[in-house]
């Protein structure tokens, strides 16, 4: 065989991204409707952020369970701004009036936003407590054999939370307890009497960063709400939740409760120095 016809053709745009088979994926279900494909578009985009926000997420829980608060909070970083690029990618659909939605609704079936494998595994990652409950309800009736299998093992590993208390652990402060954990972030938020105050610094800038990532999703969240009680008002949800009563209720839901109870107590970490610096 010749060295021409083993070798490999130009990459080209179009071929790097495979932008062939990816748009090939947009196939609205109803005839004639044309804002269904800007409906599918946003979903689509929504999970490719989804997936590159699971790779940030495990890779920031990863530095920290290597005892590297300062390359974890790089990840977190970039996480933030990835779930703000998500954010902005909800908006084009409020300029869809409801009339276009309802032209398209009912191709929709019983198919949900609720059964986004990757939104659970980002909980799940997190350390949610709430999406045990999620996991063993009528919600995974829409995943797939190999979704069910991804949160499985997701459930399993351990969590950005349980990473972040090892780190504490390891710089000496007691976690056994919240009492002890409200402790720890007190302490943080003051000068360090004892210790090693640049990896203190450390550790009060990598609570704050998942403090930031816990808001960022909770604007996600109201987001998404505003939007379907701008599209069906009160009306039940296609998957056969309430639907905007039940994305009301989840919006202040907390990936790490315990940050933001410790306020309730008084404590409030100092400001944080520039980013990464």
Not at 165 to 193: D, H, M, N
Request: hydrophobic share 40%; charged share 25%; glycine share 10%.
């Amino acid at each position: 065989m010749s060295e021409t016809a083993t070798r490999p053709g130009p990459v080209t745009y179009s071929g790097y991204l495979r932008l062939p088979e990816l748009l090939a994926l947009q196939v609205p279900l109803a005839d004639g409707v044309d804002d269904e494909l800007l409906f599918i578009t946003v979903h689509q985009v929504q999970e490719l952020w989804f997936g590159q926000l699971l790779r940030d997420l495990a890779g920031a829980r990863d530095r920290m369970l290597e005892g590297d608060p300062r390359g974890a909070r790089a990840r977190l970083v970039r996480s933030v701004a990835l779930t703000r690029a998500s954010v902005a990618a909800i908006l084009p659909l409020r300029a869809m009036p409801p009339r276009e939605f309802h032209a398209f609704r009912g191709a929709l079936g019983t198919s949900s936003g609720a059964q986004s494998a990757q939104y659970l595994e980002i909980a799940a990652l997190c350390g949610a407590d709430w999406v045990h409950g999620e996991y063993g309800s009528r919600v995974v009736a829409g995943l797939t054999r190999d979704e069910r299998e991804r949160l499985r093992g997701r459930l399993a590993e351990p969590t950005l939370w349980e990473a972040f208390v090892g780190l504490l652990s390891k710089a000496g402060f007691a976690v056994a307890t919240r009492e002890e954990r409200w402790e720890a972030y007190a302490r943080l938020a003051g000068r360090p009497r004892d210790g090693d105050p640049a990896l203190w610094a450390e550790l009060a800038e990598l609570a704050e960063a998942l403090v930031d990532h816990d808001e960022v999703w909770t604007e996600w969240r109201g987001c998404h709400a505003l939007l379907v009680e701008r599209q069906i008002g009160g009306r039940p949800g296609t998957g056969g939740s309430s639907g905007t009563a039940h994305l009301r209720a989840s919006v202040y839901r907390r990936f790490y409760p315990e940050l933001w109870e410790a306020r309730d107590a008084g404590f409030s970490a100092p400001a944080a120095r520039c980013p990464l610096g």
